[in-house]
């Protein structure tokens, strides 16, 4: 069974930074791809943000310049450094990874932005 446990939302104003995290665990083969997405309120699931094993990365043209996502010394692990936060960055923010086992999704955390 895999597991992925997100941490590191909560409420923070225009402006501000945040870092989340997120860590695999369980029965993981190969992680080819580690990413983020967000899910607003009333909105579809949206792609954030992509780390490669290789470590190339990819953005939505959305949060590009402002975040960044990058992989732990412990390859189960993934960060999203968000910096000049927005209210529309408000959402809850999912932890994906794609193996050779299929792709896992964690549970969210919830990212408020707002003064």
């Known amino acids: 069974q895999v597991q992925l446990v997100e941490s590191g939302g909560g409420l923070v104003q225009p402006g501000g930074s945040l870092r989340l995290s997120c860590a695999a665990s369980?029965?993981?083969?190969?992680?080819?791809?580690m990413a983020w997405h967000r899910q607003a309120p009333g909105d579809q699931r949206e792609w954030v943000a992509l780390v490669t094993s290789a470590g190339e990365t990819d953005y939505a043209d959305s949060v590009k310049g402002r975040f960044t996502i990058s992989r732990g010394d412990a390859k189960n692990t993934v960060y999203l450094h968000m910096n000049k936060l927005k209210a529309e960055d408000t959402a809850v923010y999912y932890c994906?990874?794609?193996?050779?086992?299929?792709?896992?999704w964690g549970q969210g955390t919830q990212v408020t932005v707002s003064s």
């Open positions: 369980g029965s993981i083969s190969d992680i080819y791809t």
């Open positions: 994906k990874i794609g193996t050779a086992g299929g792709g896992y």
